[in-house]
């Protein structure tokens, strides 16, 4: 499916184009999995691959010369399914209310794309495509769309000596969460697939022995969390209390200001979590802590 309508270019969107104009030429190999081997007529022997899921379909998609990945969260959560291990598991859906804020993001990363390819000097002779899904918000999802990303979508097909090849995409813009964004890194870093995101502010993804092959058009929480601290002690308040989101963005974030805050000479009387998908019983437990 390809966008007609060319929305405003959004900042963060056309820096990260901007790096992935340098990394464009970089790449990685696939993750393939389960083989079963023939030999063809002129005696060499051939491999046969078949991925280990039903691929999903990108939720916008454009061939090209080098193919771009786009991964944000358009939906809110993802169906939950119970399994019964008798049977194959259903495939990964989301649900939920659409976030047009991310798919605005994704609209802005085709326009790029797009206005790449119709420029006469940037990429001059190359077409760009791209592959954009939607992750859910969640990490079972981004995990799966690494894979797919690394891997393409053909189910089955015939390569050489072993399950081996060239990856599908040549670098990746997202995801929008830290969350997410780590545990897809921690499938694409070792191939050497580029990613950069333009919302992942976890200061832990500044770690370059970690995350060799991350960028970001966006500041650390590191700055966030000092300017926080800063703010607090311009208002005197030396007493406060703090709630976080149970996630890698919340907890480091929440990590670096508890430092800044110590600096500064701020008491944080507690620090409490929960995440949107936490029960009832859990936010209601934060909410008795801060009636305190």
């Not at 990394?23 to 051939?46: K, N, W």
């Not at 832990?204 to 995350?211: E, P």
């Amino acid at each position: 499916m390809r966008l007609s309508l060319a929305p405003a270019l959004d900042p963060s969107l056309a820096g990260c184009l901007v790096l992935l104009h340098l990394a464009v030429m970089a790449g990685g190999l696939a993750l393939l999995t389960s083989a079963s081997t023939s030999t063809s007529a002129s005696g060499l022997e051939s491999v046969r691959c078949r991925l280990q899921e039903t691929p999903r379909p990108p939720a916008f998609s454009q061939d090209g010369d080098f193919v771009i990945g786009g991964v944000f969260s358009i939906h809110y959560y993802m169906h939950t399914v119970d399994h019964s291990y008798t049977s194959m598991p259903e495939p990964l859906q989301c649900t939920g209310s659409m976030d047009s804020r991310q798919l605005r993001f994704s609209r802005a990363m085709i326009f790029a794309v797009e206005e790449i390819n119709n420029s006469s000097y940037l990429l001059p002779g190359v077409t760009l495509g791209y592959q954009v899904h939607d992750s859910c918000n969640s990490v079972p999802m981004a995990v799966k769309v690494a894979f797919q990303l690394a891997n393409g979508l053909d189910p089955m097909f015939d390569t050489g000596e072993q399950c081996s090849g060239s990856a599908t995409v040549t670098a990746i813009i997202g995801e929008s969460a830290s969350t997410p964004t780590i545990s897809m890194l921690r499938i694409i870093g070792p191939l050497g697939i580029p990613q950069v995101s333009h919302s992942s502010t976890c200061a832990c993804l500044s770690d370059k022995k970690q995350y060799p092959t991350f960028f970001r058009t966006i500041p650390s929480d590191q700055f966030q969390a000092a300017a926080l601290a800063h703010l607090i002690r311009h208002f005197g308040w030396t007493w406060i209390g703090a709630v976080r989101s149970d996630s890698d963005y919340g907890n480091n974030g929440m990590a670096a200001f508890l430092q800044a805050a110590q600096e500064e000479g701020i008491c944080v009387e507690y620090s409490e979590a929960f995440y949107r998908t936490n029960p009832l019983s859990r936010v209601q437990r934060v909410a008795d802590v801060i009636r305190r």
